[in-house]
C-alpha cells in the first residue's frame, strides 16, 4: 500500500502515477486470469485416470527391470484379486499426489540398489578377514544340512523351487508393495518397505562381516542345484559366503507376518504359501543351513518390530498435521491469533473472510448455563 501511495506522489499532474497504476492493474488482471485459465483446465483433467496409467506403467517398470517371469506376474495378479476389503477410504487422486512419488522412489532404488549391493559384497570379499569361521561348526550340528528336505524329491519340484529362489528375494517384497499402493494406503507401503530390505540391508551387514559360512552345498562339495554360472573363483565365493543368517529367509518371514495383518483371506493364503515355499527352498536346494533359517526368522521378526516402533514414532511425533489432514482429505485446524481454535467452527463472511463461531454444541451449553443463572 505504501508502495502505491508513493506512486501517487510522484509525476507531473499525476499522469505518470495514472499511467504506473494503470501498468501494474493490467499485470495484476493478467496473473489472475492466467491463475483462472490454469485452475479451470487443472479442475477438467482426469487426475484418477492419469494416476492409474502412471501407476501401471510404473508398476510394469518394476518387472521388466527384474527380469520377472509369467509366473511372478501371475502370483502378484492372484494377490491383487480381493485388494478392495484392504483399501482405505481416501481419493484416489489426492492418493496418487503421495503414493506415485513414494512407488518412484522405490523404483529407484531398486534400479540402482543390485549394483550397490554387488559392490559391498566384493568389497567385503576383498578386505574383510572375518574372524569367525562357521563351515565346520554348522557341519557338526545334527540334521543341520537340511539334507531331510530332500527326502522327496522330483526334476518338477527341483525346477519350481529354483523359480521359487531365484525371485524370491525382490519379488516377495514388491508383491507386498505393489498391493499395498493399490490399498491406498502409504503407511502399508512403509510397513513392507522398511521391513523388508531398507532395514535388513544394513543391520545384517555387521553378521556378514564378523561370519564366514559358506552354502551347504559348497561345503558338502555338492553340485549346485541352482546351477549358477560363476565367471572366476572370486565371483563363486563372493556368491556362496553370506550365509548367516539368511536374508531369503528374512524377508520371506517379514512379509508372511504384516501379510497376515490383511483381511483379504486369498492375499493371506497365496502369501503365506509362497513365504513358506520360499523358506523352503533354502534347505531343498542345500543353500542354506537349519540354524540360518531359524535365525533369519527371528532377524525378520525383529524387523517387523523394529518397522512398526519407527512408523509409530515418526507418524505421532514428526508428521505435521496439517499433512496428515492433507492426505486423509480432512478439513486444515485453523488456528486464531490467541491459539488453536477449541469448540468452535470457521464460518465464512460475506465479505469473502472468515470468523470463528462457537459450535452448536457449545452454544447449546452456554444456553442451558443461562437458563439455569
Not at 491383487?80 to 483399501?87: E, I, M, W, Y
Not at 553370506?242 to 493371506?268: Q, W, Y
Request: net charge positive; proline share 3%; with cysteine.
Amino acid at each position: 500500500m505504501e508502495f502505491v501511495l508513493s506512486i501517487c506522489r510522484m509525476g507531473d499532474g499525476g499522469v505518470a502515477s495514472v499511467e504506473v497504476l494503470g501498468h501494474l492493474g493490467m499485470e495484476v488482471w493478467g496473473a489472475a486470469l492466467l491463475r483462472m485459465k490454469l485452475e479451470k483446465w487443472v479442475g477438467s483433467q482426469d487426475w484418477t485416470m492419469y494416476g492409474m496409467v502412471f501407476s501401471v506403467f510404473l508398476i510394469w517398470r518394476i518387472g521388466a527391470i527384474g527380469g520377472w517371469s509369467k509366473g511372478c506376474w501371475i502370483l502378484l495378479a492372484v494377490c491383487l484379486v480381493g485388494v478392495r476389503k484392504d483399501q482405505s477410504d481416501i481419493d484416489w487422486t489426492r492418493f496418487f499426489a503421495f503414493g506415485i512419488p513414494l512407488l518412484g522412489v522405490f523404483y529407484y532404488f531398486y534400479g540402482a540398489g543390485n549394483a550397490l549391493w554387488w559392490e559391498l559384497a566384493n568389497w567385503m570379499f576383498q578386505n574383510n578377514k572375518h574372524p569367525l569361521h562357521w563351515d565346520e561348526l554348522m557341519q557338526a550340528i545334527p540334521l543341520n544340512t537340511g539334507a531331510w528336505a530332500r527326502t522327496l524329491s522330483s526334476k518338477a519340484l527341483d525346477e519350481f523351487m529354483v523359480w521359487v529362489y531365484s525371485y524370491s528375494f525382490v519379488v516377495s517384497l514388491w508383491i507386498c508393495i505393489v498391493r499395498s499402493f493399490w490399498t491406498k494406503s502409504v503407511k502399508k507401503m512403509l510397513s513392507y518397505a522398511l521391513s523388508g530390505h531398507l532395514l535388513q540391508f544394513p543391520l545384517i551387514l555387521p553378521f556378514y562381516n564378523l561370519i564366514l559360512l559358506r552354502e551347504v552345498w559348497y561345503v558338502n562339495n555338492q553340485p549346485d542345484l541352482l546351477q549358477r554360472q560363476f565367471t572366476d573363483e572370486n565371483a563363486l565365493l563372493v556368491n556362496v559366503m553370506n550365509c548367516f543368517p539368511s536374508m531369503h529367509t528374512s524377508i520371506a518371514f517379514a512379509m508372511l507376518l504384516l501379510a497376515r495383518r490383511e483381511k483379504d483371506g486369498v492375499f493371506k493364503t497365496t502369501m503365506v504359501a509362497y513365504c513358506v515355499s520360499i523358506i523352503f527352498s533354502t534347505l531343498y536346494l542345500q543353500i542354506h543351513w537349519v540354524v540360518d533359517v531359524l535365525a533369519g526368522m527371528a532377524f525378520g521378526f525383529g524387523a517387523v518390530k523394529l518397522a512398526d516402533g519407527l512408523i509409530h514414532v515418526v507418524s505421532a511425533r514428526l508428521v505435521p498435521a496439517r499433512l496428515k489432514a492433507i492426505y486423509e482429505g480432512k478439513p486444515v485446524e485453523h488456528k486464531t491469533d490467541g491459539g488453536p481454535v477449541e469448540g468452535g467452527e470457521l464460518v465464512k463472511r460475506g465479505g469473502g473472510g472468515t470468523r470463528t463461531e462457537p459450535t452448536r454444541a457449545v452454544r447449546q451449553a452456554g444456553g442451558e448455563a443461562m437458563q439455569a443463572h
